[in-house]
């Protein structure tokens, strides 16, 4: 990992050296092959960040596979995991749901049968929670809730900062200064990933990886909606996303973006939440960053690769987070977010469910399976504006 990170740095340092070169031109900007060798360039630098974190990760799980093989206790016993799975696979393919643990379809059903809906098995759903967590972008940094109901949730919240202790004379009698409270609310709304048919030969093969092929679809649908909703949702009978519930904390010009922008959105934001920020933007904003300077006759690079294990790339110090539902730079547009994301929360009720159509597929030889979440997100801000983003001018 430490040969491809130093493989990664001198790349960097050669993009760098392009851009350089380019000033010296007698436009000031990259000819078209310079552009073509920095963009390859970059790709290779792409490519090499995911090997890097793919290999990091890989030792990682080595060594907690290691470990828990040191702690391990040979038993005889029926691993009840791997016995649901079975039995939901069973499930999938016969409708048998013997075993299974019954859910409510609707607020009157008893969970029947009849009713055609049962609990996904736990290793299933921790699956799908991380696949969301990897797809998207914003439930990696932001605090998610796990309820056992989908009632509604109240926060309340309170801003107290403008507010401190004062010098109290001798026997003075102290003033009154209540506290003024507001609150959050968190609501459940469902999302559903459609009915998606298998066909029976598929189900009845028992040499196709079935399990794996209905995790990837439900959890990449459920993931990008989750993502979708918690970062652009209107809050009107949706969820909240972080871009309609973050400040204003930058005006840019309609097209660009500059190293000043970035800056002033950081200090923008109070230094109580900047600890612990991060960035968010798209990947095509990255783009136009990675090839921003610090300026002021200093040609180092804004972007910073990280070159430590498991070290993030970072921006002016902070690291970012790629998140595709986030708009381009461009007019009237909210690239860039920055704050400290743990006040930004997702409520999810439960786990991922899926229901299995028995015979409604039939006349095609199918049968079909759906999943369903509920969930909600909104930001916990009490007045003092913890995430800010910059908007773009119209023109």
Known sequence: MKKLREQRAGLIAQMREIVNQAKTNEDGKMT???????????????????QIERG????????????????????????????HEERFLGYLRTGDAEGLEARAVDGQSVGTDADGGYTVP???????????????????????????????????????????SVILAEEAEADLDKIAFSEKELYSYLLNTKVIPI?????QDSNYDITNYIIGLMAIRDARALNYYATVGSGTAQHNGVVTASALGEAAAATTITRNDIVNLLHSVDPSYRSNGHFMFNDSTLLAIK??????????????????????????????????????VGASAKSVLFGD?????????????????????MNTMQIAVMGWSRSDSELMDAGTEPIKHILHNAT
């Open 32 to 50: 078209t092959e310079q552009d073509e060798q920095w963009q390859r360039m970059n790709t290779d630098v792409d490519a090499l960040l995911v």
């Open 56 to 83: 990091e990760k890989q030792e990682t799980l080595d060594k907690e596979m290691a470990a828990k093989e040191a702690k391990k206790v040979e038993t005889k016993k029926v691993d009840p995991v791997k016995e």
């Open 122 to 164: 736990t290793t299933w759903s921790d699956q799908i929670v991380t696949a969301t967590l990897e797809y998207g972008g914003i439930a990696s940094v932001a605090t998610t809730l796990t309820t056992p109901g989908g009632g509604l949730m109240k926060f309340p919240t309170a801003n107290d900062t403008s507010n401190r």
């Open 199 to 203: 066909s029976m030969q598929l189900v």
């Open 291 to 328: 090839k921003l300077e610090i300026g002021a006759n200093d040609a180092r690079p804004l972007w910073q690769p990280g070159m430590a294990f498991g070290e993030p790339d970072r921006i002016e110090g902070k690291p970012y987070v790629i998140n595709q539902d986030m708009a381009d």
């Open 341 to 361: 994301f743990k006040t930004f929360v997702i409520r999810m009720v439960k786990g991922y469910s899926i229901f299995r159509f028995q015979e409604k597929y």
